[in-house]
């Protein structure tokens, strides 16, 4: 945002934000960058946070591999990658992070894990990656000054098709790897975890068969699609949805093209096969906000020492 911006945003004077500004540039809490050229005149700079407040990792975890973004906490990409993992996947992970904050003070991290998470930020069952010893990798991580947080999958990749499409507020998006099927709901543009953080897990859902029932990610693949497109269509009418997104699966449009007449009318469906890509990119979102919010916190503990020491 630029400084006119800002004076825009908070009703506040040009020569107000001006020296709040300059304040904050001496303070080393936010920098001025090339913003993008006009016309007429000088290139407005953009004001974003100072790069030594350090940067935030958002990870996809999929057994054998992570999926990693690295970006400032004004949002810039630093880097992004893949990275195979053998062995002890706690070390593997610290060991990550720790040739990432070479780069800089990492602030937060956010790790896109297969499995429940409630709202404790504790994962639950049935998780897909029981080689991941959480309490220990964020007990490590804090120790050196990082806020970590763990989130489903399916979750952060609902967070990242909201914001790249914030209009989206009755939001569903389907994911299914090799880890199993799951889905994100965001309602009324708020992420909806449930009571145990297990909303969504449409891949254990029962589903009848001769035998008995099976889970959803458990049946053939024709039978598997048939099934998820009619949970999708029933969410869809229950919880009066929007947008359907179908991500990661090799099956995409096989499972659009039996979803889309189930569907009420109105509500638009499509395919998005970059699911590593919205589980990475929606965990560095949450990560720069953990990250923003860890510096506010900071400032205002600073301002509370400082008003205390003046009344003493």
């Known amino acids: 945002m630029t400084r006119p911006q800002l004076a825009d945003r908070t009703g ?37 946070l100072h790069p030594a407040l350090g940067q935030a990792a958002g990870l996809d975890l999929q057994p054998g591999r992570v999926r990693y973004h690295l970006a400032t906490l004004g949002g810039q990409t630093v880097t992004q990658g893949e990275a195979a993992v053998t062995g002890d996947l706690n070390a593997a992970l610290a060991g990550l992070l720790g040739r990432l904050s070479a780069q800089g003070p990492l602030c937060s991290a956010v790790f896109g894990v297969p499995a429940p998470v409630d709202h404790q930020g504790r994962i639950a069952e049935p998780n897909a990656l029981p080689e991941l010893h959480s309490d220990g990798l964020r007990d490590d991580l804090s120790a050196a000054g990082t806020a970590v947080l763990f989130e489903n999958d399916a979750n952060l990749a609902a967070l990242a098709v909201s914001s790249r499409c914030p209009e989206y507020r009755f939001l569903a998006v389907l994911l299914e790897r090799q880890t199993g099927t799951g889905l994100g709901l965001l309602l009324d ?23 008995g029932h099976d889970a959803v990610e458990q049946l053939p693949a024709a039978q598997r699609s048939a099934a998820t497109a009619f949970a999708l269509a029933t969410l869809a009418y229950s919880l009066d949805l929007q947008h359907i997104v179908i991500g990661g699966a090799a099956a995409g449009p096989t499972l659009l093209h039996l979803t889309t007449p189930l569907l009420p009318a109105g509500v638009q469906a499509v395919v998005d096969p970059t699911c590593g890509d919205l589980v990475r990119d929606g965990a560095v979102i949450r990560a720069v906000e ?23």
Do not use: F, M
């Open 290 to 312: 953990a990250g923003r919010a860890a510096i506010l916190a900071r400032l205002d503990a600073v301002d509370r020492r400082e008003r205390e020491s003046h009344v003493a």
């Open 189 to 211: 543009g708020d992420l909806y975890r449930g009571a145990g953080g297990r909303a969504g897990e449409v891949g254990r859902s029962p589903w009848p068969v001769p035998a």
């Open 12 to 48: 506040l004077s040009k020569v107000t934000v001006n020296a709040v500004v300059q304040e904050l540039q001496d303070l080393q809490l936010v920098t001025l960058t090339g913003g993008t050229p006009q016309a007429l005149g000088r290139t407005p700079q953009l004001v974003t």
